[in-house]
């Protein structure tokens, strides 16, 4: 089966003040349809680096990039952008929500920037609410939420577009333990629903809600395994 | 993005900060209701002088010594000029020279009061005709008579007052024809005491005393030569006409082969208003340069604050991008949060320089004059659309700043 993402020697280089520093050192890997993925390392280790590679955010110095089969070197910033709507969906670990404006407003963003018609808006941002479990938050300013709820009305917000995967960035990282275990378990539901998760994490407890976890140290993959024993809904700490 | 969703988005970005935008604009507002207030008021003004000079009569033409006036000397100059005569209004009289000619009497200004058993009042003196005053500023007796071309051969001391010089020098006494004012140490007899009438052109008809302009000559002024000769021609259309043989006539009586030298010149109504057209336009035109300068200025602090929001904003704009904005999508979003910003200056500069333009009208109202408003609609578009001109020129250089920002900017924490 042809891989959803493939990544082949994918280097990145940053220019400080002319002095490179190599953050990616030659990254190799496959994601299949359907899988469920963490990338794990400490800070500086390269893992954000690679997650901006291959969430369509930043560009890599080296190497191939095929995305649903396709070289992504072949696509102009306006396709990217089409990318990014329709088949990706990203939790940012800051959530990012807009501010004095509804949960509805916040989902329905990423369709202002689509071709799907607008009567159907309401509806799909509707049910991606729904899906996360805020629908009676649907009205309510979304910068007075909760962090938990805000990180779900971000999930919501992935997921408005139906998108092939989810990118997701520490998605946990700014939640209490309580609020983090319901964000994993909708991740987790997602996954079990078929979409793709890609998920960068430094924490193991949250990594093993994957069923794999790359493993990268100063900018090349350190291990790429299996995991024994992979985490499920309400398993958030054991 | 539809315009719609360009419209909320824009407000969004501009209700966040409400007072900022709304200082923002002030520039803007400034401008546009100035050049709404300047080319309101300058067309009140034309309409103003252009009903005192018909006022006068559009058939009515004045011959002055010396030059064209440039300056203040220059006018003040022309009381000593001596240069309009006797003779030359007898010229102007034979039909042969000047056909159309209905009415002519030269003038001339005796400056000082005049006084009545010690009541004086500085009093508008002409050395004039009391028939052609009459008919020149429409003015009707109230009782009393005028005097005629006997009285003026004679040099008569007879005097035809104003109703505001009655009221100052006889205060409540009723009957004033018969007695005796002194003007310049010369006691002039009231024959005549003309209705209130007010403001003609420039001269206050209440305010003025008529007597015989050879009186004035000889027995006042000690001079032979007149400051004015005023005439009517036969109707307006002889105007242009009537002119030119008045320059004929008297270029050929003064020896002028060359015009520029000429010794008098010849004033019309309607020479007069495009004088002063000439002068209201050229006035709107430099207010309206330095009007630019402002909306420049304001257009300036209105980039200076889109950089200061794109820099503020550089996490959402990351986050839609990340989420699928395109480069053009960005781009568009704030121009046209920057167009939004310059036109609401631009909507309420307009009504704001109409509001003041229609106060300022109210105002000269009360104050007596026949002021009328006039929305200047042709500045009223100009500005609209200098102010999205404005938004989209200094609101370019942000947007494709805000537009080169990169996604990743959303994900920094």
Known sequence: MQPLISVKDLEKTFYDSEIPTQALRGVTFDIQKGEFVAIMGASGSGKSTLLHMIGFLDQYTKGEYFFDGENIANFDDDEIAHIRNKKIGFVFQSFNLLSGTSVLENVKLPLVYSDVPEKQWNDLATKAIEAVGLSHRIGNDAQRLSVGEKQRVSIARALVNDPDVIFADEPTGNLDSKSGGQVMDIIKRLSHKGKTVVLITH???????????????????????KVAHVREEGEFIK | ?????????SYMGLRTNMVRSLLTILGIVIGISAIILIFSLGKGAENLIMGELSGMGTDTIVIRPGQQPKGLSDITDALFLDSLTTEDVEALKRKSNVPYLAEIAPAVMVPGTASYRGETFKATNFGWSAELMVK?????????????????????????????VKEEL?????????????????????IGVMSSRGQVSSFNVDEIIVIPYSTAQVYLLGINHYHEIILKATSAEFVNQTVQDIKDTLRERHDITDITKDDFFVVTPEGMLDQISTILDALTLFLSAVVGISLVVGGVGVMNIMLVSVTERTKEIGLRKAIGATNKDVMVQFLFEAIILTITGGIVGVLLGAGLATLITFGLNL???????????????LGLVFSIAIGLIFGIYPARKASQKSPIEALKR
């Open chain 2, 1 to 9: 993005m539809q315009i719609k969703h360009l419209f909320k988005t």
């Open chain 2, 136 to 164: 020149m500023f429409g003015a009707e007796l109230e009782s009393g008579v005028l005097f005629d071309d006997i009285d003026i051969k004679n040099k008569a001391s007879v005097a035809v007052i104003g109703s505001k």
């Open chain 2, 170 to 190: 006889f205060g409540n006494e009723e009957n004033v024809i018969g007695k005796n004012i002194k003007i310049k140490g010369r006691n002039f007899r009231v």
């Open chain 2, 367 to 381: 104050a007596g004059y026949t002021w009328s408003f006039s929305f200047p609609l042709g500045a009223a578009i």
């Open chain 1, 203 to 225: 924490e193991t407890h949250t990594a093993e809600y994957a069923q794999r976890i790359i493993r990268i140290l100063d900018g090349k993959i350190f291990s790429d395994e």
